[in-house]
């Protein structure tokens, strides 16, 4: 044994997680056996058959955008409307594909209504659990990204309402009183919805939407009660010069997704994952692609729909009774 | 024939669903999910957020008089002043102790008055590869309104000083407790990888092996290893005791003639079983400072004074 062996030996551990995955392999458990293993989604044959026949992958253009959930026999599903837009065909878990039409959005759940256009077919829908607020700790399955097999987890948050999240221009601001007239602009986010529009660093901020700002609180407010997507007018001081700029606003989370640690570590999340009535969250591993479809408990009950892909531990599903009454109101 | 197979069906019937390879239907799917709703309220009751200057972890109350096991680098220094946020989101305040950076293990006290609620530790060797476990914490940071966030796994694989499991782990959870299907604490979350389905955890067994150096404020960080004494000795962990299985050339363990097959026992009094033990109780005694090694050859007891070395700069460590 050389020293380098030996010294690897000594700071096991000391330099990075990475030390330690290098040194851990000998009697791994076989990943048959592990949660999302081969061996236990066995044993959910059941739930399967359940997840299968309800969920429906949505296509534009030859790809996966978002899924959906049956919630008729004449077809109509229900999926998460930010994501859905544009979708043109239903793929079912037998392959079949169905061309879709949109009917109605629900910009308070995020849902959309969808109809199938598939004439004398009759589907098999979603059955609802009766559960309001299921208990933590219960399994959790829904269909993988692919419809070809199922992820698995359990219910791991107590159910609650998300508050709205704001939009966002995408800039740090100075501290009261560094600049004359207004609030300077210390940093610009890169790409992010200021920069695009024109907004530099150094930039002093005097107006939000004609509004006169003198603090910064002042402008997180004014451009914290418009929504992402919405456009808010920014007039700026530069050089001494009075400039005007059309904001459209982007999403907090992921505007500041380059500045969160947390958020790099969880691959792809969805655009929006707040101002949802109430959500049971679960930890099952599923991309943002993987929302809209139904989350089901062990005996193959929908407790609710996958709305938004948080973080690598976090996924946010309507609860069944929302789902529920805003399908009454789509479809009214 | 017949008699075997009656036996196996015993057997079988015995074995609970998390003891299985696997769950094998519906039936052992249900006992997992109702064992899992049984313990995972007690085992709350205990897990708490730390919170200090900018950062966040999390930990678990093992005393009543308020010890929390969390991760080293969540405490970071030894003595340092930090809040520990109970699951009702009342903040009481609490003190450092020590920690050793090679499992992760960290500890702090709470300082307020008043009996705490305990999570108890499991016994030394009692998790194995295979068990199923639930994590415990408060991923991306304490939030009243959404509560402890727990998520399954089961153990992936186990080294002396790291376990790995397939629970999900984020950023905040870092010093949070691994829960075994008996409500015991089995490890403490320290680091996650890529993969987000394999993450490390400190094994108890780092707490029950370093609790008297620990609770001293013994905090050993990749600086104060540096900096610390050196003997010069690799060692295995073994049935016999922890077993030598390298001399360093030139280094104060080959001057005091430690040989390969030397079984270290103690270091200034105290029974060493690990090899954590025994990095922390020399690195944390200055080099040119002396300690007493209690250690075996073959039948023969023995007892050598050793005046610790400078830990040589090795050229692998320069690429950092």
Redesign the interface.
């Known amino acids: ?1 050389n ?2 062996v ?12 990475l030390l ?2 290098n ?7 076989s990943a ?6 081969a ?2 989604r066995k ?4 739930t399967k058959q359940a997840a299968f026949a309800s969920t429906v992958r949505l296509i534009r253009n030859g790809k996966l955008i978002t899924h959906g959930t049956i919630v008729s026999k004449e077809g109509l599903l229900l999926t998460k409307a930010s994501a859905c837009v544009g979708a043109r065909e239903a793929v079912l878990a037998d392959g079949q594909s169905y061309p879709v039409r949109i009917r109605r959005r629900d910009e308070k759940t995020d849902l959309a209504l969808l109809q199938i256009m598939a004439k004398d077919k009759s589907f098999e829908p979603v059955q609802w659990s009766s559960d309001i607020l299921p ?5 959790m399955v829904s269909a993988d990204p692919k419809l070809k097999g199922l992820k698995v ?2 219910n ?3 159910p ?1 309402a998300i508050k709205r999240e704001g939009g966002v221009i995408g800039v740090i601001l100075g501290r009261d009183g560094n600049a004359t007239g207004g609030i300077a602009i210390a940093e610009v986010v890169p790409r992010a919805a200021g920069a695009t529009a024109g907004l530099k660093k150094g930039d002093v901020v005097t107006k939000v939407n004609g509004k006169s700002v003198k603090r910064r609180e002042q402008v997180i407010e004014l451009v914290g009660s418009h929504d992402p997507g919405d456009v808010v007018s920014i007039e700026v001081i530069r050089d001494e010069r009075s400039f005007s700029y059309q904001v459209t606003l982007g999403h907090r989370s992921v505007t500041f997704e380059m500045f969160n ?2 958020l790099q ?3 792809p999340v969805s655009k929006r994952k707040d101002n949802f009535p109430m959500i049971i ?1 679960h ?1 099952l ?1 599923l991309p943002p692609e993987a929302m809209g479809g139904p989350v089901l408990d ?1 005996n193959g009950k929908a407790v609710g729909l996958n709305m938004a892909r948080v ?4 996924t946010y599903a309507l609860t069944a009774k929302v789902a529920q009454e805003s399908l009454k109101t789509l479809n009214r | 024939m017949q008699l075997a197979a009656m036996s196996l069906c015993l057997k079988a019937d015995e074995l609970k669903a998390w003891e299985k ?6 039936e ?3 006992a ?2 109702e064992r ?2 049984k313990i ?1 309220p007690e085992a709350k009751k205990a897990v708490v957020a730390i919170e200090s200057g900018g950062g966040a972890g999390s930990g678990v109350i093992v005393s009543e008089d308020g010890i929390v096991l969390t991760a080293a680098h969540v405490i970071g220094k030894r003595g340092k002043r930090v809040k520990v946020r109970l699951p009702d989101g009342k903040r009481v305040n609490a003190i450092t102790l020590g920690g050793s ?4 293990a960290g500890m702090a006290e709470i300082t307020d008055e008043g009996g705490w609620p305990v999570a108890p530790m499991a016994a030394r060797g009692s998790s194995k ?2 068990d199923w476990c ?1 994590a415990l914490g408060h ?2 940071g304490f939030d009243k ?15 002396d ?2 376990i ?1 499991t ?8 870092s010093g949070g407790p691994l829960f075994d299907f008996n409500g015991r604490v089995i490890g403490i979350h ?5 993969k ?3 993450n ?1 955890h400190a094994p108890i067994e780092a707490f029950h092996a370093n609790w008297k150096s620990f609770r001293e404020e013994k905090l050993l960080t ?1 600086s104060s ?1 540096r900096e610390g004494g050196f003997l010069g000795v ?1 060692c295995e962990e073994t049935e016999d005791g922890l077993k030598v ?2 001399v ?2 030139d280094s104060v363990a080959k001057k005091a003639r430690f040989r390969v097959g030397d079984i270290i026992v103690k270091v200034n009094g105290d029974f060493i079983d690990t ?1 954590e033990e025994l ?1 922390i109780a020399i690195a944390t005694t200055g080099p040119g400072k002396s300690v007493i090694i209690d250690y075996r050859r073959g039948e023969k007891e023995m007892t050598a004074k050793v005046k610790l070395g400078k830990r040589p700069e ?1 050229e ?2 320069s690429e ?1």
């Open positions: 044994m020293s380098s030996f010294l690897s030996r000594l700071v096991f551990g000391l330099c990075a997680g330690i995955s040194a851990i392999h000998a009697e791994d458990l048959s056996q592990r949660l999302n293993g061996n236990t044993a959910f044959a059941k208990k933590e700790g219960g399994w987890g359990v791991s948050g107590t609650r640690r947390n570590m969880s691959g969250q930890d591993p062990i973080d690598r531990v976090t | 390879p696997f769950p094998e239907n519906h052992d799917l249900i997992i999910q899992l709703r995972l950076e090679i499992s992760d590869i295979g639930f991923p991306g309104e959404r509560g402890i966030i727990v998520r399954l796994g089961r153990i992936i694989a186990k080294e000083e790291t790995q397939d629970s999900r782990l984020l950023g905040g959870d320290s680091r996650i990888s890529k987000d389905d394999q490390f990749q290893l690799g299985i390298e360093v050339e090899r990095t090795f692998e460590e950092e």
